[in-house]
């Protein structure tokens, strides 16, 4: 059971970061905004 929840906290951080990036990347290529 603890093993699932470090997953689940794992997945939790790392999706952020990939938004984030997803939002960096836009505004490279839609500065305008």
Same mark, same amino acid.
């Given at each position: /059971?603890?093993?699932g929840?470090? /997953?689940n906290g794992s997945y939790?951080? =790392?999706l952020?970061?990939?938004y984030l990036l997803?939002? =960096?990347i836009e505004d490279i290529y839609h500065p305008n905004r």
């Amino acid at each position: /059971m603890k093993g699932g929840n470090e /997953m689940n906290g794992s997945y939790l951080h =790392i999706l952020p970061d990939k938004y984030l990036l997803l939002l =960096i990347i836009e505004d490279i290529y839609h500065p305008n905004r």
